[in-house]
């Protein structure tokens, strides 16, 4: 059959015919049709490493390893693609990273009679692989049935798989005569380029720990550094509260303070290369320095940088000596011991509560094992020594749940 009478199977063949790079695929709520489109004809080995359909939350989220707040968004399908491509990394064999990619998508299509009126019907894919990151979102017609979306849904994934695959090709996203318009696809892409490059592919990919970025003349570039002050954060937004504690932290410690982001978090997406692009953009010709790593707690941030001063603030703190974090007081005890052998060190900064009072941080607020580790590597600094009252919580609350 020809690729005219048959672009599906013709795209499809197309695709298995091309042996590496070959996928995972997580898809949630719909375009789970893409499996047979690739699989149907045989040779669909040439292409999937593995694929998983998730349908309860309680999946999703594991799949994710954190709970993304909306199943059905850009930022979700970012995630189960982040997902994919580290599950890729994990069972990829013989092949190198840059041979294997992941591609998630996340949908919200018709439930039939009944439904809510005025429910935005709407598909959300993406493609990660060691060097780029890539979003594609789409708002649905209401007016049509679950078959018809369901095959764009997989459509929009075959054509993801093709672009995964480095093939020059895609099929219109057409159903029973009607059609989307390709200007319908609202597109967002990064890549290694826009982060620094091949030392964040690296980072990425696990082959590296950190890399410094020096960003003074707006692009970010790798700089060789010796690390000793460190304000660890997400950044999401930067705002002029953290450069006036990273410039308090430099007075006081005598030495430059460099900014630092973790690429992984307990709790929170990693990062691909929009997130980084989007993190770094504020610094860009601040004249000052980003550290990117892959230690999400202060433990392992310990370990990257021994004898590292870090600062933090002061639910921060309590955060690091709060047994709930290591899912006991002897887990949390021994990390502190390490911690401390590491030769770690806190300078941590009060805050203002919600009723107005300066909280700082004394350790004869805690019992005697976290109250003498304080004591030996935390100090305070004082509000008559720095106070400035900015919420970084009231400033996120003004920030896109979906925005990187």
């Known amino acids: 059959m020809s690729d005219e009478a048959d672009p599906v199977a013709g795209l499809a063949d197309r695709i298995n015919a091309v042996g590496a790079p070959k996928a995972v695929i997580y898809v949630a709520g719909g375009g789970s049709e893409v499996f047979p489109m690739l699989l149907a004809r045989g040779g669909g080995s040439a292409s999937l490493l593995a694929g998983r359909i998730l349908y309860e939350p309680i999946d999703f989220r594991q799949a994710l390893g954190h709970d993304p707040g909306r199943l059905v968004s850009p930022r979700a399908a970012g995630g189960l693609a982040m997902a994919a491509f580290r599950h890729a990394l994990a069972v990829r064999g013989e092949f190198a990273e840059d041979q294997v990619f992941g591609l998630g998508a996340t949908s919200k299509l018709t439930r039939g009679p009944g ?29 049509v049935d679950r078959a018809w979306q369901e095959r764009i849904n997989a459509l929009i994934l075959l054509n993801l798989l093709a672009e995964g695959k480095g093939i020059d090709a895609s099929i219109p996203l057409r159903q029973d005569g009607l059609a989307l318009p390709p200007e319908a696809l609202l597109t967002r892409s990064a890549g290694v380029e826009d982060c620094g490059g091949p030392a964040v592919e690296e980072l990425l990919v696990g082959r590296r720990g950190w890399v410094r970025l020096d960003l003074s003349g707006g692009t970010p570039r790798p700089e060789p550094a010796s690390l000793g002050l460190l304000l660890p954060g997400s950044f999401r937004p930067l705002h002029e509260g953290h450069r006036a504690m990273a410039r308090a932290a430099a007075h006081l410690v005598g030495r430059p303070c460099d900014f630092e982001i973790s690429l992984t978090h307990p709790e929170k997406p990693a990062l691909d290369y929009l997130a980084i692009r989007s993190r770094l953009a504020p610094f860009a010709g601040l004249g000052e320095r980003v550290v990117l790593t892959t230690a999400p707690t202060y433990l392992e941030k310990a370990r990257l940088f ?50 107005g009072t300066f909280r700082d941080l004394t350790p004869d607020q805690f019992d005697g094992a976290v109250s003498g580790f304080l004591a030996r590597v935390a100090t305070p600094v004082p509000g008559d020594r720095f106070r400035l009252d900015i919420s970084s919580s009231e400033i996120r609350r003004g920030w896109d749940a979906d925005d990187d």
Not at 126 to 142: E, F, G, K, V, W
Not at 311 to 336: C, E, M, N, Q, W
């Open 306 to 355: 021994p004898a590292c001063t870090f600062v933090i603030g002061h639910d921060t703190a309590l955060r690091v000596v709060d047994p709930r974090f290591y899912g006991s007081v002897p887990a949390r005890d021994a990390a502190l011991d390490e911690l401390e052998r590491l030769g770690a060190r806190f300078l941590v900064f009060g805050r203002v509560d919600t009723s």
């Open 115 to 143: 439904e809510r009126e005025g429910r935005s019907h709407e598909v959300h894919a993406a493609l990660q692989d060691s060097r780029r990151s890539t979003r594609l979102s789409i708002l649905l017609p209401n007016a």
